[in-house]
């Protein structure tokens, strides 16, 4: 297990790519991954953003047989953090 950085976004919004996403899973024989980001705004809802990198790199998971667990969007203390995986 490991946690790996996979993109440092700006204030609103980060590139994100399967490829990085999925780089050191495939290098390092993972069958699973948890994905996490924060929202600097403090507020952890999910954007539609959110959820649809989500439903990309899940689709991308079972193409290449490595299971996204879920996708924990975390905000600041008063706001904790949301699981995508229990918000659908």
Same mark, same amino acid.
């Given at each position: 297990m490991s946690i790996e950085v996979?993109? @440092?976004g700006t204030l609103d919004a980060s590139l994100v790519h399967p490829?990085? @996403?999925f780089k050191a899973?495939?290098?390092a024989g993972a069958s699973a991954v948890l994905l996490m980001?924060?929202?600097p705004s403090g507020?952890?809802?999910p954007s539609r953003e959110d959820r649809? @990198?989500?439903d990309r790199l899940e689709q991308v998971g079972k193409i290449i047989g490595i299971n996204v667990l879920d996708h924990i969007v975390v905000g600041d203390d008063?706001?904790?953090s949301v699981s995508l995986r229990?918000?659908?």
């Open positions: 996979c993109t @440092v490829r990085e @996403v899973a495939i290098l980001h924060n929202h507020d952890p809802t649809a @990198v989500t008063e706001g904790g229990k918000a659908i």
